[in-house]
């Protein structure tokens, strides 16, 4: 992974991570509220919590996704979606999360979450979009940094609302959103279930991102590439199953890995989630550093920063810490998001050359003025 520039041979800290500029590509919405938010818009609201401290609330989050499994993770969602009924909510959240992202360096964040459950009090789905988007617009226009919205239709609802979310995605694509997406559990519901919805976002020339390869085999992965038409791979450590064999070790690429190969399909690859869900039972047995080594376009995400407890900051010390990542493996991820974004590509490439790069070029230039001489290229 060398390249031509001096590299410091400094191991990556937490704050100079947190200092260097990041994009974020897999981060659900309802997924990354702050305790204290929650806690105050479900006085407002009327909603049942099971603890009333932020710190202890945060735990509560953190102990519920920590189960081992998919569909446990996904339980503490319906509190945070049971807070997010009304427009002002939704674009606080939306608000927060910029301000978030640009407290962890995030420049660029592609946020998303399903407006199907969003509606219990009454708002359409073109309100509960229009809401979030306001919040991240203003939240933008504050902070300084640039968001894309992904709209997610759920895979265990029926396909005509999936196909009703992926007209939605495309009615406010000049308006912020960027593409669209499908999570929810894996197991018993196969993406091509939903090909309605995936014709209509292709038909339309948008963007498409699908879960797969997480909960359940490398098939999945096959299906959002060859039936869906999917431009990214939420997670897809499944993918491993066409690289290694049952014991990890290396063998023979198949079709389906050297297609993902050859045509840079980027892997978003969330690690703390990747653990809580019992997808990999230790960072040990992640495959990310097979992808990796073997020239993948990965990118490192958060998926969710309230159940997972983390930040894409502590995802890429994750990353240095069982991986031995350095500062050039984290500008090449980096630009492995950038490049992969939604986002229109002058506006990539504005990011790339007016941020990323010279972002990374100071940083190799406070260390070593700062004495971390010793070159690793
Ligand atoms: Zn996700």
Same mark, same amino acid.
């Given at each position: 992974?060398?390249?031509?520039?001096?590299?410091?041979?400094?191991?990556?800290?937490?704050?100079?991570?947190?200092?260097?500029?990041?994009?974020?590509?897999?981060?659900?919405?309802?997924?990354?509220?702050?305790?204290?938010?929650?806690?105050?818009?479900?006085?407002?609201?009327?909603?049942?919590?099971?603890?009333?401290?932020?710190?202890?609330?945060?735990?509560?989050?953190?102990?519920?996704?920590?189960?081992?499994?998919?569909?446990?993770?996904?339980?503490?969602?319906?509190?945070?979606?049971?807070?997010?009924?009304?427009?002002?909510?939704?674009?606080?959240?939306?608000?927060?999360?910029?301000?978030?992202?640009?407290?962890?360096?995030?420049?660029?964040?592609?946020?998303?979450?399903?407006?199907?459950?969003?509606?219990?009090?009454?708002?359409?789905?073109?309100?509960?979009?229009?809401?979030?988007?306001?919040?991240?617009?203003?939240?933008?226009?504050?902070?300084?940094?640039?968001?894309?919205?992904?709209?997610?239709?759920?895979?265990?609802?029926?396909?005509?609302?999936?196909?009703?979310?992926?007209?939605?995605?495309?009615?406010?694509?000049?308006?912020?959103?960027?593409?669209?997406?499908?999570?929810?559990?894996?197991? !018993?519901?196969? *993406?091509?279930?939903?090909?309605?919805? %995936?014709?209509?976002?292709? =038909? +339309?020339? &948008?963007?498409? $991102? @699908?879960?797969?390869?997480?909960?359940?085999?490398?098939?999945?992965?096959?299906?959002?590439?060859?039936?869906?038409?999917?431009?990214?791979?939420?997670?897809?450590?499944?993918?491993?199953?066409?690289?290694?064999?049952?014991?990890?070790?290396?063998?023979?690429?198949?079709?389906?890995?050297?297609?993902?190969?050859?045509?840079?399909?980027?892997?978003?690859?969330?690690?703390?989630?990747?653990?809580?869900? !019992?997808?990999? *039972?230790?960072?040990?047995?992640?495959? %990310?550093?097979?992808?990796? =080594? +073997?020239? &993948?376009?990965? $990118? @490192?995400?958060?998926?969710?920063?309230?159940?997972?407890?983390?930040?894409?900051?502590?995802?890429?010390?994750?990353?240095?810490?069982?991986?031995?990542?350095?500062?050039?493996?984290?500008?090449?991820?980096?630009?492995?998001?950038?490049?992969?974004?939604?986002?229109?590509?002058?506006?990539?490439?504005?990011?790339?050359?007016?941020?990323?790069?010279?972002?990374?070029?100071?940083?190799?230039?406070?260390?070593?003025?700062?004495?971390?001489?010793?070159?690793?290229?």
């Amino acid at each position: 992974m060398a390249n031509n520039k001096k590299q410091p041979d400094t191991k990556p800290t937490e704050d100079l991570i947190r200092a260097c500029p990041k994009v974020l590509l897999h981060d659900h919405l309802d997924g990354g509220l702050r305790p204290a938010t929650v806690i105050e818009l479900a006085e407002k609201e009327n909603v049942k919590l099971p603890e009333k401290d932020p710190q202890k609330l945060a735990e509560w989050f953190l102990r519920g996704a920590d189960k081992g499994s998919l569909s446990e993770y996904l339980e503490g969602f319906s509190v945070t979606t049971g807070v997010m009924q009304t427009e002002e909510a939704l674009s606080r959240v939306a608000y927060e999360m910029m301000e978030d992202m640009k407290k962890d360096g995030v420049v660029y964040v592609e946020t998303r979450f399903s407006p199907l459950f969003h509606t219990k009090h009454g708002l359409s789905h073109d309100q509960v979009v229009e809401s979030v988007l306001r919040g991240l617009k203003n939240g933008a226009r504050r902070f300084g940094n640039k968001f894309g919205l992904i709209i997610c239709a759920m895979r265990n609802t029926p396909p005509e609302h999936s196909l009703k979310m992926a007209e939605l995605a495309v009615r406010f694509r000049n308006q912020g959103v960027v593409g669209f997406d499908l999570a929810g559990d894996e197991l !018993g519901h196969p *993406p091509k279930d939903h090909l309605e919805a %995936f014709h209509y976002i292709q =038909r +339309n020339n &948008f963007y498409i $991102t @699908i879960h797969a390869g997480e909960a359940f085999g490398k098939e999945s992965i096959w299906q959002a590439l060859q039936f869906c038409g999917t431009h990214r791979i939420g997670h897809g450590i499944n993918l491993k199953h066409d690289i290694m064999d049952q014991d990890g070790k290396i063998i023979e690429m198949g079709n389906l890995a050297q297609y993902v190969l050859d045509r840079r399909v980027p892997l978003e690859i969330c690690l703390s989630s990747n653990l809580h869900t !019992g997808t990999v *039972p230790h960072l040990r047995y992640h495959p %990310f550093p097979i992808f990796y =080594r +073997n020239g &993948f376009r990965v $990118t @490192i995400n958060t998926d969710n920063r309230l159940m997972s407890g983390t930040s894409l900051t502590k995802e890429f010390l994750l990353g240095v810490e069982n991986y031995g990542l350095m500062w050039r493996d984290m500008e090449r991820l980096t630009l492995n998001a950038m490049k992969s974004a939604f986002f229109n590509f002058p506006a990539r490439l504005d990011i790339i050359y007016n941020v990323i790069k010279p972002g990374y070029d100071k940083l190799r230039k406070t260390l070593q003025n700062a004495g971390n001489t010793a070159i690793n290229t």
